[in-house]
């Protein structure tokens, strides 16, 4: 195995700094990630990988986006399994941080808050969650500074860091919103990199991949697909210029036993505000954003889908 593990701030800055030097490297990229990895995380790794010298994914498991302790314990820890798959796509430095590494003096008095965009939608139905995500990223945002840029252990001001390392973080579109979050929050706050959202990467039925679709059983998974067929159906009548008719494609989804929906909507890709008038009789025109949550047995699944016409 190539790729290098550490698990402290300090190591991962002084790894930077080496592999920056010897590879003479012009850019660095940093994956985000909360482990029990799976081919969409690869393809994020690999993006990264095609488009950097060097390249950083961390693997946290963030308690503070977790409202329940359950799902905290429960979601799956895999870091050998995470550890292959990383080298696998070439990635350079695995940063796997203990808790009180990223969080030392226990949960922290001042965080990130999402404001309007991350209280509707999962939001709304994960009160606190994007506020917890956006606290993290931006902590490993602040870790992954290319460390042959810094100057003592400050972020720069420009994503190319003092002109000599290009910064880009990798996030995946089938978390929209907060992708949406992230893009906002660094665009707000000036932080020193670029954010570049990677397609979502489905099975071959379609279900957009997700490390909690491991606890969905054979029935369950069936049912699931309903959500990308109903994305897929709005994809085709937007392409065809036609009303979205949301009414149909919710019927469609409500008609699955085994699915509790949460949100279904069409939305304005930058605010997320909804387009209602792009959901009926008006054929549709410009750009959008399809919105579905839904719980599945145990699990809950999000999809969406980027619409143009």
């Excluded at 945002?141 to 001001?157: F, M």
């Excluded at 929209?176 to 670029?194: E, G």
């Excluded at 957009?208 to 085709?236: H, P, T, Y």
């Amino acid at each position: 195995m190539v790729i290098k593990l550490v698990t402290t701030v300090a190591g991962l800055h002084a790894e930077s700094a080496r592999l920056l030097a010897e590879k003479q490297g012009a850019s660095q990229g940093l994956v985000p990630t909360m482990g029990a990895l799976h081919e969409g995380h690869a393809a994020l790794a690999r993006t990264a990988v095609e488009q950097n010298d060097v390249v950083v994914a961390s693997i946290f498991v963030n308690p503070l986006q977790f409202g329940d302790a359950v799902d905290l314990d429960r979601y799956p820890r895999t870091l050998d399994a995470d550890l292959a798959l990383l080298d696998a796509q070439g990635v350079d430095i695995a940063f796997a941080p203990s808790v009180e590494e990223v969080y030392p003096g226990g949960e922290p008095l001042v965080r990130v808050t999402s404001g309007r965009l991350g209280e509707k939608w999962e939001g709304a139905s994960r009160p606190g969650h994007f506020d917890g995500a956006l606290t993290v990223v931006a902590k490993l945002l602040h870790y992954g500074i290319p460390a042959a840029g810094r100057g003592g252990d400050g972020p720069s001001a420009s994503s190319s860091v003092n002109g000599l390392a290009a910064y880009r973080a990798y996030f995946g579109q089938k978390d929209a919103q907060q992708l949406a979050l992230v893009r906002r929050m660094v665009a707000d706050l000036n932080f020193p990199v670029d954010i570049v959202g990677v397609p979502t990467v489905r099975s071959a039925q379609g279900l957009a991949l997700s490390s909690r679709n491991r606890f969905l059983s054979d029935d369950e998974r069936d049912a699931a697909l309903v959500l990308s067929r109903a994305l897929r159906l709005l994809e085709e009548r937007a392409n065809a210029h036609e009303p979205l008719d949301l009414e149909s494609a919710l019927a469609m989804v409500e008609s699955q036993p085994l699915v509790k929906l949460d949100y279904f909507d069409v939305v304005d890709p930058a605010t997320l505000e909804p387009l209602a008038e792009n959901c009926r009789e008006i054929p549709f025109r410009g750009e959008a954003l399809v919105l579905i949550a839904a719980k599945v047995g145990p699990v809950r699944l999000i999809d969406n889908a980027p619409l143009s016409s």
